[in-house]
């Protein structure tokens, strides 16, 4: 089974709105990272949270990571139709991808 | 440089055909990876290379030969492949195995 899972498969809402996906996986870990992948494309890195922070920010981007419940999750603060791409979480334990996140700004 | 380069962008072969796919950073990144990645679907691990030897085999079959030159470079040799292998295929580099990885754009490959 796969480390990193994402949820929801598919989201899409409009500009201006706030998007948030969540990352679960199965084993302890060191870090989690995020990755965000536009159409065909190599994934570019957004952020990396190690097991022993909370939570981290980016610009625009929010990560909280909770090791006890073995999630993690990903806000983008007032999207933008350029924000418009798959997410995917991965763990340092497995370098497995979950299915991601499609997400879908709309203009 | 930050950059992870893959060549070529766009590779079609048939079956019979031996090719290579080429992969290149100068980060002085010491663990090198391939991954697959088919249309709608997630990148899937295929090898890893840590200071230039296999660390990571995920059961690929023959057909598909990695080589790690040197530490700056990561080769996929492929021969004798099967339409079903058609697919992006991912190189991405990391200071050492299993922290941030640094994708390249990929080789979208067709194999008729």
């Known amino acids: 089974s796969q480390q990193g899972e994402e949820d929801p498969q598919a989201l899409s809402i409009q500009e201006g709105e706030n998007a948030t996906m969540n990352c679960s996986y199965k084993?302890?870990?060191?870090?989690l990272q995020w990755y965000r992948q536009n159409s065909g494309r190599g994934l570019v890195h957004l952020i990396l949270?190690?097991?022993?922070?909370r939570e981290k920010h980016s610009g625009r981007l929010r990560v909280t990571l909770d090791t006890s419940k073995k999630s993690s999750s990903l806000l983008i603060t007032a999207s933008r139709a350029a924000d418009t791409a798959s997410y995917f979480c991965?763990?340092?334990?497995?370098?497995?991808f979950g299915k991601g996140t499609k997400l879908t700004v709309n203009p | 440089d930050t950059e992870v380069t893959q060549t070529p962008k766009h590779l079609v072969m048939g079956m019979t055909n031996k090719k290579s796919l080429k992969c290149e950073q100068h980060?002085?990144?010491?663990?090198m990876y391939w991954y697959k990645q088919k249309a709608k679907k997630p990148p899937e691990l295929m090898f890893v290379?840590?200071?230039?030897?296999?660390?990571i085999n995920e059961s690929v079959p023959s057909r598909f030969s990695p080589e790690c030159p040197n530490s700056s470079l990561l080769n996929l040799h492929l021969h004798a492949l099967q339409p079903e292998d058609s697919a992006l295929y991912l190189c991405?580099?990391?200071?050492?195995?299993?922290?941030?990885?640094?994708f390249g754009p990929g080789t979208r490959l067709l194999v008729l």
């Open positions: 991405a580099s990391s200071q050492q195995v299993v922290e941030t990885q640094y």
């Open positions: 084993t302890s870990i060191n870090n």
């Open positions: 949270i190690r097991s022993n922070e």
């Open positions: 991965a763990t340092d334990a497995k370098l497995v």
């Open positions: 980060m002085g990144h010491r663990a």
């Open positions: 290379y840590s200071y230039e030897k296999l660390s």
